[in-house]
């Protein structure tokens, strides 16, 4: 029985696409396997099948700051150090 298909073309940026072909290759998944997945349980479901949430403020601001950073393209801090005692400084260790 003959099946009736159609292409589908998105454009996406290189290296999310490059990305997200090595971690689908990992699970044993091509691009064109991970998109009709997709589209399968939007079918069965008839919903997104990812929560989708408006980020709270804490969120948002943390979004802000990671694009000024990579914008400025500075690192909040200098090094593994600095890095590793506000870690610990914020779980309360």
């Given at each position: 029985?003959?099946?009736?298909?159609?292409?589908?073309?998105?454009?996406?940026?290189?290296?999310?696409?490059?990305?997200?072909?090595e971690a689908?290759?990992?699970?044993?998944?091509?691009?064109?396997?991970?998109?009709?997945?997709?589209?399968?349980?939007?079918?069965?479901?008839?919903?997104?099948?990812?929560?989708?949430?408006?980020?709270?403020?804490?969120?948002?601001?943390?979004?802000?700051?990671?694009?000024?950073?990579?914008?400025?393209?500075?690192?909040?801090?200098?090094?593994?150090?600095?890095?590793?005692?506000?870690?610990?400084?914020?779980s309360g260790?």
């Amino acid at each position: 029985m003959a099946t009736n298909t159609s292409m589908l073309h998105v454009r996406i940026d290189e290296n999310i696409k490059a990305q997200a072909n090595e971690a689908l290759a990992s699970m044993g998944l091509t691009m064109a396997d991970a998109v009709r997945l997709f589209l399968h349980r939007v079918v069965a479901d008839q919903a997104f099948p990812l929560e989708l949430k408006v980020p709270n403020a804490a969120t948002r601001a943390a979004m802000s700051e990671a694009r000024a950073i990579m914008a400025e393209r500075r690192a909040r801090f200098t090094n593994a150090d600095e890095l590793l005692a506000d870690l610990e400084k914020d779980s309360g260790q």
